[in-house]
């Protein structure tokens, strides 16, 4: 798992900026997996663990959503988080022109633009979680309370249940 010394990104230079402890783990993306579930095994996590970043948007208004790699995002509970009446998610095609950050490396924290920012609620009682770190192959590994601190987030119910 371990890879050569990256140059740090912005995620990892805004915590380091915070005084925030966190972990880098490297995974090689030579296969093209980069679904969270493929993530998750590569770095040796639970799914449940390992969250992934997702930006949505209502009108000229993003938003971002952390939740679990192996879950979807309830798009109503997404919006209701986010104080609108709708929200759908952001084209791929405009990702990095909206964050900074491509599919794959696309990182709560360190986008070019600070967007309000949710964390799915389940992710609270975790003792660490894993998140992109910035860069396609680096996830970052930090207690749950310390990402919401760095990305003014707040914790929600986000994700769809199997049960609906």
Known sequence: MSAPKAHKTNAMRMLEDLGIAYEILHYDNEDG???????AEKIGLAPETV???LVAHA?????????PVGEELDLKKAARAAGEKKIEMLPLKDLQKW???VRGGCSPIG??????TFINAAGESLEQIAVSAGK???QMVLAPAKLADAAK?????LVKRADK
């Open 51 to 53: 969250f992934k970043t």
């Open 136 to 138: 396609i192959g680096m």
């Open 33 to 39: 997996q980069i679904h969270g579930s493929a993530v």
């Open 153 to 157: 987030a707040s914790f929600a119910d």
């Open 99 to 101: 964050t900074g950050y």
């Open 59 to 67: 009108g000229q208004n993003g938003f971002v959503f952390v939740i």
């Open 111 to 116: 986008m070019k633009k600070h967007f309000p």
